[in-house]
């Protein structure tokens, strides 16, 4: 909202939510490349690695920052989201072979204290949530990926240029 | 005219045609690619796309879908796909020519010419910042960002979406339970990308655009980006609406329209279909074809192949590596399999049991 109404021009909000999106589109296309051009073959295949989870953090920034919002479009958006989570073997309460992990009708994996819940910091997506999305997106993720966006242009000039002959 | 052509693209966006076309259209691109990678062909398809749009922009409904904010980039993911598909696909057909004549690939050529990182690299990274700032910023003043209503947990809109980047994997959640459609599959995505410089031990291709050094990986990956990812994200921001129902892009999203849910299990089809007999209490006995067939598929399936059409193949790559690649590979092969299973046979589960909310 701060975007919005404290900052001149107007249109932070639109730059971020853009840019954001074409982001995501921009690594998608990146690895289409870098796989059809073979580039992850050795020597590269450790910076394809390093690859693949920077796509899995670009997601999840995308992700967590979805919630920020915090419009019907957001909770809603990561409420589907992370319902999938309920799901998981063993650890969410709705998993295959969740239920296997009671004792004496104690259930040690219920919606309580499954890994949905453990994403959300709530049942639902409530003010729990919102904190831990909001630390993540602007702290967690960036310095990891940030880490990682380092080790990846270093080994690209180690393992021979990006995407070409070697 | 209009009229006639608006139903016809309704019709061919019902989800099997969708899918089905879309794998047509991406199979025939691949196998005439010497023809359908001339630039008269791209400038073709984007010539006829925009005289579409212009045509349909006056829909009500279609213009609705088209112009949501956060549907535009969208658009841009199917324009630059398209594009960079056909691109890849030209580069690797004059790559294969030139390797057939004993020149080297373009990409050898241009690897040939060295510049300085300063001022020649940073300085074009310079103009590509600034240009694309720009167009951001012209983007960000016409279109607004979408805002809606503050967040009412004890409301629920219709449809209910996951970012545009997960429509893929909520799309299969059609055909799978959550904890494969949202959990094991994304999973296996990940870990699979990851197993790729792995299992593949082609030594061919590296650095270079090619389809006949390796037609196998070329295909692998354009059907599980371009069909099973894109297009899917596609198919779910465009044409689901309201409770994942099925929308053709002029279509209104109607709340009440209807789709009959007459889903069979593989256990029915077995006891009550073949048998003609009630099915069996016991869950695992109830369920014997459908985890005898599964079994079959991905315990004995690999053995099998191995000893057969992809005997080459595991004598050269090795059991555990060719192992994993086809476990990798057959999960992969149950998407389709399930997709075509429900639309031929209405099949609901191969296994299904609630009891344990395992459901296959």
């Not at chain 1, 073997?89 to 009708?105: D, K, M, R, T, Y």
Request: proline share 6%.
């Amino acid at each position: 909202m701060g975007l919005r109404e404290h900052v001149p021009i107007g249109i932070m909000r639109e730059l971020h939510r853009w840019a954001a999106h074409l982001m995501v589109i921009t690594v998608w296309l990146h690895m289409y490349r870098v796989f059809l051009t073979g580039s992850y073959k050795p020597p590269r295949e450790f910076n394809w690695n390093v690859g693949v989870i920077l796509l899995v953090l670009t997601l999840l920034l995308s992700f967590t920052g979805y919630l920020l919002p915090w419009d019907q479009l957001a909770v809603w958006a990561i409420t589907v989201g992370t319902n999938m989570a309920r799901a998981t073997p063993f650890l969410g309460h709705e998993g295959p072979g969740a239920a296997l992990l009671s004792i004496g009708g104690l259930d040690f994996v219920h919606a309580g204290d499954d890994v949905r819940f453990g994403l959300l910091a709530g049942r639902f997506v409530g003010e729990g949530a919102l904190l831990r999305f909001y630390v993540l997106h602007c702290v967690g993720i960036p310095l990891a990926a940030a880490t990682l966006m380092a080790i990846h242009f270093w080994r690209v000039r180690k393992d021979g240029g990006i995407s070409g002959p070697l | 005219m209009g009229q006639w052509i608006k139903d016809f693209a309704d019709f061919l966006a019902d989800p099997i045609i969708y899918f089905v076309g879309s794998a047509v259209g991406l199979a025939a691109f691949l196998i005439f690619r010497k023809t359908l990678t001339k630039p008269i062909v791209i400038t073709g398809f984007f010539l006829l796309s925009t005289g579409f749009l212009v045509f349909a922009w006056d829909d009500p409904n279609f213009h609705k879908i088209i112009t949501k904010g956060d549907n535009i980039p969208i658009l841009m993911l199917l324009g630059s796909v398209v594009f960079f598909t056909w691109l890849a696909m030209r580069r690797a057909v004059i790559n294969d020519e030139r390797t057939e004549r004993g020149e080297p690939t373009l990409e050898g050529e241009l690897a040939k010419q060295k510049v300085f990182t300063w001022p020649d690299l940073v300085y074009t990274e310079f103009i590509c910042i600034i240009l694309f700032t720009a167009f951001l910023v012209v983007w960000s003043i016409i279109v607004e960002a979408p805002l809606e209503e503050p967040a009412a947990t004890a409301r629920t809109p219709n449809p209910s979406k996951a970012p545009w980047y997960f429509l893929g994997l909520q799309e299969l959640l059609v055909y799978f339970d959550p904890w494969l459609a949202g959990v094991l599959l994304p999973g296996f995505i990940i870990v699979g990308l990851m197993a790729i410089p792995y299992v593949d031990t082609n030594p061919k291709g590296n650095g270079y655009y090619t389809y006949k050094e390796r037609p196998f990986a070329v295909w692998f990956f354009a059907i599980g980006f371009v069909l099973f990812w894109v297009s899917f994200v596609i198919l779910g921001t465009f044409l689901r609406g309201p409770n994942w129902s099925f929308f053709g892009p002029f279509e209104y999203w109607d709340l009440h329209k209807l789709e009959p849910m007459v889903n069979v299990d593989l256990s029915t089809f077995f006891w009550v279909g073949a048998l003609d007999r009630p099915r069996p209490d016991n869950p695992f006995i109830r369920e014997l074809p459908g985890l005898l067939l599964l079994g079959g598929y991905f315990v004995v399936g690999p053995f099998i192949l191995a000893k057969t059409i992809c005997k080459s193949l595991f004598d050269q790559m090795g059991m555990w590596r060719y192992h994993v690649m086809m476990h990798l590979l057959l999960w992969f092969g149950l998407i389709p399999l399930k997709m075509f299973a429900r639309w031929v046979f209405n099949l609901k589960y191969f296994v299904g049991m609630p009891e344990y909310f395992f459901n296959i």
